[in-house]
């Protein structure tokens, strides 16, 4: 089992935790890692873009000039690829760019981006994200103590009570906060710091030590 201090919102170590190896200390897998964030982010692009073929393109019904005798090339019309106010050939046309990682490769890489942090150091783990009032300053109190000046990503558990702390840390940039259920491999990379509460590390721990 992986230990780990915990920490309340002063940065005190007021106790430690106990954590699955296979997910917070296992051999980072380089090529799920790799696939499951080519997936994250091939699923954000719209795949709208479209060019107008020669068949879309409007106009072009007249012959340009005689088949023969002019001493150019024979031409059809002037909606050809070839001709300025053309179709356009081989364009992109609308698609869809996502793909399929089946369950286990998906679980692999989350379990080696988490391992990652932690093996680096920059897991951390609080006791909880309780705030008594919702107050801007008071987390930025938070922050400095911890020493978090770059891009940190929260993981809570959704029945915790963080809401306050939610309300305070909004509009701090370089401050995000998600879900046990929804955390990601491409936020977890993404971020400097993963910050998890207790609660929210013993959920995922739960998902992902059994498969």
Sequence with gaps: MAKFDVYDLSAKVVGDIELNDRVYNTEANKQALFDAVLKQRASWRQ??????????????????????????????SIRATQFRGGG??????????????????RRLALRS???????NENLVILDSLHMDEVKTKNFVKV??????????????????????????????????VVMAQ????????????????????????????ND
Excluded at 88 to 105: A, D, E, S
């Design 143 to 176: 922050m400095e103590a911890f020493n978090f000046d770059r891009k940190t990503l929260f993981v809570v558990e959704e029945n915790e009570d963080f809401n306050n702390a939610y309300l305070s840390m909004r509009n701090l940039p370089n401050v995000a």
């Design 47 to 76: 795949g709208t873009h479209d060019t107008k073929s020669r068949s879309e393109v409007g106009g072009g019904g007249k012959k340009p000039y005689s088949q023969k005798g002019t001493g150019n090339a024979r031409q059809g």
């Design 88 to 105: 356009i050939p081989f364009g992109p046309t609308p698609r869809k760019y996502g793909f399929r990682l089946n369950r286990k490769v």
């Design 113 to 119: 981006a988490l391992s990652l942090k932690g093996q």
């Design 182 to 209: 929804g955390v990601n491999v491409y936020d977890v990379l993404d971020a400097d710091k993963l910050v998890m509460t207790k609660a929210a590390a013993k959920k995922v721990e739960e998902v992902l030590a």
